[in-house]
C-alpha cells in the first residue's frame, strides 16, 4: 500500500467511524421520535400490531370485505372479525384491517409479531381476486409494496432509508398495465387437468357476446362480462406470486408456532354463472380446490367460505366485490368462528344470526 | 441506474476501488464498461442507441478532421447532425406528428402486435434516458472537430467514455470534449482533498433531492392534479412549490454526479449557481442549466450571428433559441411556450432595461425588485413546463387568482423547517459551491453540519418515488 493509500484510509477511518456513530444516533432519535409518526403515513397496520400484540390472541387480517359498506340497509355493521370475536368473547381478539392489502403486505406483518407475542391465531383473509392479473398488476401495487418495506422487521431506520431510496418494486402503472395486458393476451388457459376451450382471456372475453333483437349488442353486458372473466379466469399454480406469498405466510407461522386460519370469501358466483356461463363458475371453484387442497396438505385450516353469501345478499350486485350485507357477514363469520373450535373449543359461546334483509 | 437507490450506493464505491486499483491503461475499459452497466440497468435495449451515436460521431469526425474547408466536409457535419438529431426526432418527437393513443388501448395493440406495440411504447411511454444529454454532447465534438477546435478522437473506446461517463450520461451537465476528455485521460491518483469534497457534494445533492425535491413533489403534484380543490394561495404555494422542486432535483442530481466524478479524480462543470437570485432572465440563463443554455449560445445562437446583426434579426435569433431550448426538454406544445416566454421576457428586459438601470449600480431596493420580478416570471413560464395538456395552463391560472377550494395542502413541520434551510443555504452560497464553501468551516462546525445532513436524509427523506425530472429528457 502506498504512503498516499494508507493516508487517505487513516483519514477516511477515522471519519467512518464518525459516521457510522452519527447513522447509530440518528437511529435511536428516529425510533424515539418520528418512525411512529411515518407509520401512521405509510404503515398503519403495524401500529395497530404493536399496540395488540401484547394483548390479543386471535388476530384477523382482513381489507374491505371486512365492513359493511351498506349502512343504510344494514341493521348491524359490525365487521366480520367482530362477528367472529363474538364467538369467543373471553379470548382478546384482534383486527388489523386495511383496504386493498393482500398476502404479500400480510407477510411481512406477520413476520413482524414478535417472538414474546400474545398471539397464538392468525386468520388470512383469502381474496380469490387478488390472485388474478388485474391485481397482481394493479396500479395500487407500488404503494402497497411501499407499504410493505416499512413493515419488514428490521430496525426502523433501515426501513425508512429503503423506502426513501425506492428499494421496492417501484414499477410505473405503464409498465404494470402492459404485463396485464400481454398475461391477458398470452398466457393460457390450462392445465394439466383440462382442456379449456378458451385458450386466453383475451379470446374468451372476445367470444362472450351479447346480441340484442335489433342486431346490435348489448354493450355494458359486454363490458361486465369482460371484467368478470378477467377477474376470474386463471389457473392456480405455483408460478402465481400470491402463492408464494402464501406459502411464505405458512412457514413463517409454522416458526413462530402460530396457528393459521386461511379465510376463502364467498364470491358472487350466481351473478358470474348467469353472466358468463358454468365454464367461469368451474374455473372458480377449480381454483378454490386448488387453495383448499394445498393448504390444508400444509396444515392450515383453510375456511372455504366461496359459496357461503347468497347472491342477493352482495352489496354490489353488478361487480366484483367481496362486500357483504349484515347476513353474509355473520354466515362467514360463524363459519370461520366454528373452525376456530379447534383450538378453542370450550371458549365458544354460541350466536344467534339476526336477518333483517331479504332478498330484493 | 438510479442515483438515489441502493444499486448505486454499491455500484460506484466497487467502480472507484476498482478505478484506482486497476492499471491506468485499462481504467478505460472499465469506466466504459461500468457506464453502459448503469444505463443499461434501466433498459439494456437503449444501449444500442448510445453505440450509434458513439460510432457514427466518432467516425465521421475523424474524416472530417481529414478534410479541407469545403462543401464535402460541412456534407459529413451534416449527415453527423441529421443523424443524432434523427435518432432524437425519432425517439422524442415523432410522437407530436402521431395520434395521440390513450395507454389502454396501445396496451392492447401490442399485446396483439409486440413488435410495433414495442415500438410504439417507447415513442409514447418509455423514451430513452437522457437521450437529450449525449446527443447533445457528441454533436457539440462533432461540431467542435469540424471548425478545428478540438482534435478528433483517435480511440473509439476512449471516446465511448466521454459519450457515456455514467455520473453525467443521464441528465448532464452536458460536458463538452475539450473539458472532460482530457481529465478522463489523465492518470488520476486517489486524494483526501477529492474524496472529501466528493463526499460534501454528494451528501448536499442527496439532501436536496430527498429531503426537499420529493418532500415537495406530493404538493405540487396535488396541486398540479386537481387545482380547483384548493384556494388560490395553495394554488399559488404549489406552482412556487414546483419552481424550488425542479431546481432542487436537477441541482440535487448535478451535485451528486460532480461527486461521483469525483471521486474518479474528474470535474464535471457546474450546472447551477443560485439561479432564483437572478435579476433578470438573461442572468437566469446564466445561471440556470449552465451546461445547455451555453450549449445553445456556443452552438446555435453564435453560428445564428449573435450579437453582430441587426436588431430585429438578433431579437429573432434570441426567440428561437428560447424557444429550441424549450423544445430540447420534450414533444409537447407547452415546453415551446416555456422557452418562448423565456424568450418574449428576454427581449422585453434588453427594451425596458434601456430605460431602467437593475445591475448593479442600482440602488438595492431596485435590484431586489428585479429579482422578484424574475421570480414572477420565471415561476409563470414553469407552469407551462410543468402541465400536461395546454388547456391545463388557463386552469391553474384561473384557480391561482379566484379559486377557492377548501382542500388545504400540507407539510410536516420538519418538513418545513429543511425547506427554510435550504432557501437560507441557497442565498448563502451565491456565487459559491458547497463543497468549497464549507471547507473553511472549523472542523466541528462541518461536523454538525454533516451530520444533521445526514439525519436529515435518513430520517425525512420524501419517499413518493418520484425520479429525477431530467431523466425525461
Known amino acids: 500500500m502506498t504512503a498516499n493509500w494508507k493516508n487517505i484510509a487513516r483519514k477516511t477511518g477515522i471519519r467512518m467511524i464518525l459516521l457510522t456513530f452519527i447513522v447509530l444516533l440518528s437511529s435511536v432519535v428516529y425510533e424515539r421520535f418520528l418512525w411512529k409518526r411515518d407509520l401512521e403515513k405509510e404503515a398503519p397496520m403495524l401500529l395497530d400490531l404493536i399496540e395488540m400484540q401484547d394483548t390479543a390472541r386471535i388476530i384477523y387480517f382482513g381489507e374491505s370485505s371486512n365492513f359493511s359498506f351498506n349502512p343504510e340497509k344494514d341493521s348491524l355493521t359490525d365487521r366480520i372479525s367482530d362477528f367472529i370475536s363474538y364467538y369467543y368473547p373471553e379470548i382478546p381478539f384482534g383486527t388489523l384491517n386495511h383496504s386493498a392489502y393482500h398476502a404479500g403486505i400480510y407477510k411481512p406483518v406477520i413476520r413482524s409479531i414478535p417472538e414474546s407475542s400474545s398471539i397464538e391465531t392468525v386468520i388470512v383473509t383469502l381474496n380469490l381476486r387478488t390472485l388474478d392479473q388485474a391485481a397482481i398488476h394493479s396500479e395500487l401495487e407500488t404503494a402497497l409494496q411501499k407499504m410493505a418495506v416499512m413493515y419488514e422487521p428490521r430496525p426502523p431506520l433501515l426501513n425508512r432509508i429503503l423506502m426513501t431510496l425506492n428499494q421496492y418494486d417501484d414499477k410505473s402503472y405503464v409498465e404494470r398495465d402492459r404485463e396485464m395486458w400481454e398475461q391477458w393476451t398470452y398466457d393460457t388457459l390450462r392445465s394439466d387437468e383440462v382442456d379449456f376451450p378458451y385458450p386466453t382471456i383475451r379470446k374468451w372475453c372476445e367470444a362472450t357476446k351479447f346480441p340484442l333483437p335489433d342486431g346490435t349488442e348489448d354493450m355494458a353486458k359486454r363490458e361486465l362480462a369482460d371484467h368478470y372473466i378477467k377477474a376470474y379466469a386463471f389457473f392456480i399454480n405455483e408460478n402465481n406470486p400470491r402463492i408464494s406469498d402464501l406459502d411464505d405466510i405458512v412457514e413463517i407461522c409454522n416458526d413462530k408456532g402460530l396457528n393459521l386460519v386461511f379465510h376463502l370469501l364467498s364470491e358472487n358466483i350466481e351473478f358470474a354463472d348467469s353472466l358468463v356461463g358454468d365454464n367461469l363458475v368451474w374455473l372458480i371453484k377449480r381454483n378454490r380446490d386448488y387453495l383448499t387442497e394445498r393448504y390444508s396438505k400444509k396444515g392450515v385450516l383453510v375456511v372455504d367460505n366461496l359459496t357461503t353469501v347468497p347472491g342477493w345478499d352482495f352489496t354490489d350486485q353488478n361487480w366484483t366485490t367481496e362486500h357483504y350485507g349484515e347476513f353474509g357477514r355473520q354466515l362467514v363469520a360463524r363459519n370461520v368462528a366454528d373452525s376456530l373450535r379447534k383450538w378453542y373449543p370450550d371458549a365458544y359461546v354460541s350466536q344467534r344470526i339476526i336477518r333483517s334483509s331479504t332478498p330484493d | ?473
Open chain 2, 1 to 473: 441506474m438510479h442515483f438515489n437507490s441502493v444499486a448505486f450506493l454499491i455500484f460506484l464505491p466497487v467502480v472507484i476501488i476498482l478505478y484506482y486499483l486497476i492499471p491506468h491503461r485499462f481504467r478505460w475499459l472499465l469506466l466504459l464498461a461500468s457506464s453502459y452497466f448503469f444505463y443499461g440497468f434501466w433498459k439494456i435495449e437503449f444501449l444500442t442507441l448510445i453505440v450509434f451515436s458513439t460510432v457514427i460521431d466518432y467516425s465521421l469526425s475523424r474524416r472530417i478532421a481529414l478534410l479541407e474547408p469545403g462543401l464535402k466536409k460541412k456534407a459529413l457535419l451534416i449527415t453527423s447532425i441529421t443523424a443524432n438529431l434523427g435518432v432524437l426526432f425519432l425517439f422524442k418527437y415523432l410522437v407530436l406528428f402521431l395520434p395521440s393513443i390513450e395507454m389502454m388501448h396501445l396496451n392492447v395493440f401490442a399485446a396483439q402486435n409486440p413488435m410495433q406495440g414495442e415500438l410504439l411504447h417507447v415513442l409514447y411511454y418509455s423514451i430513452p434516458v437522457g437521450i437529450s444529454f449525449y446527443t447533445f454532447q457528441t454533436m457539440s465534438y462533432t461540431i467542435d472537430v469540424y471548425f478545428g477546435r478540438v482534435k478528433p478522437a483517435d480511440h473509439l473506446g476512449k471516446f465511448a467514455v466521454f459519450v457515456s461517463f455514467f455520473p453525467q450520461l443521464v441528465a448532464g451537465p452536458i460536458e463538452r470534449y475539450a473539458h472532460l476528455n482530457p481529465q478522463l485521460k489523465a492518470r488520476h491518483i486517489p486524494t483526501y482533498e477529492n474524496f472529501s469534497n466528493a463526499f460534501r457534494l454528494m451528501l448536499y445533492g442527496f439532501f436536496v433531492k430527498v429531503c426537499i425535491a420529493d418532500n415537495l413533489a406530493p404538493m405540487v403534484d396535488q396541486v398540479f392534479a386537481a387545482p380547483g380543490s384548493f384556494s388560490n394561495w395553495n394554488v399559488i404555494a404549489g406552482t412556487v412549490g414546483f419552481g424550488f422542486q425542479i431546481y432542487a432535483d436537477f441541482a440535487g442530481y448535478t451535485l451528486i454526479a460532480q461527486g461521483a466524478a469525483l471521486c474518479l479524480g474528474i470535474n464535471l462543470m457546474d450546472n447551477f449557481k443560485t439561479p432564483y437570485l437572478s435579476r433578470s432572465i438573461s442572468e437566469f440563463w446564466k445561471r440556470w442549466h449552465i451546461s445547455l443554455s451555453t450549449w445553445f449560445r456556443d452552438y446555435l445562437y453564435i453560428p445564428l450571428g449573435g450579437n453582430r446583426v441587426a436588431i430585429s434579426r438578433w431579437s429573432l435569433n434570441i426567440f428561437i433559441v428560447f424557444v429550441l431550448s424549450g423544445f430540447w426538454h420534450g414533444a409537447n406544445w407547452t415546453f415551446l411556450i416555456w422557452g418562448g416566454i423565456h424568450g418574449l421576457i428576454y427581449l422585453l428586459e434588453r427594451i425596458v432595461g434601456r430605460y431602467i438601470n437593475w445591475s448593479g449600480s442600482a440602488s438595492s431596493f431596485i435590484r431586489s425588485l428585479a429579482g422578484v420580478k424574475t421570480f414572477f416570471f420565471v415561476t409563470v413560464a414553469w407552469v407551462f413546463f410543468r402541465i400536461d395538456k395546454l388547456e391545463d395552463a388557463e386552469i391553474i391560472f384561473r384557480e391561482a387568482l379566484f379559486g377557492n377550494g377548501k382542500e388545504l395542502l400540507s407539510l410536516s413541520p420538519p418538513i418545513v423547517v429543511l425547506i427554510t434551510l435550504f432557501l437560507i443555504s441557497d442565498i448563502w452560497l451565491y456565487n459559491k459551491r458547497f463543497d468549497r464553501a464549507i471547507s473553511r468551516w472549523p472542523m466541528a462546525a462541518r461536523w454538525l453540519l454533516y451530520a444533521s445532513l445526514l439525519f436529515a436524509i435518513l430520517t425525512l427523506g420524501g419517499h413518493i418515488n418520484h425520479p429525477f425530472i431530467y431523466f425525461q429528457f
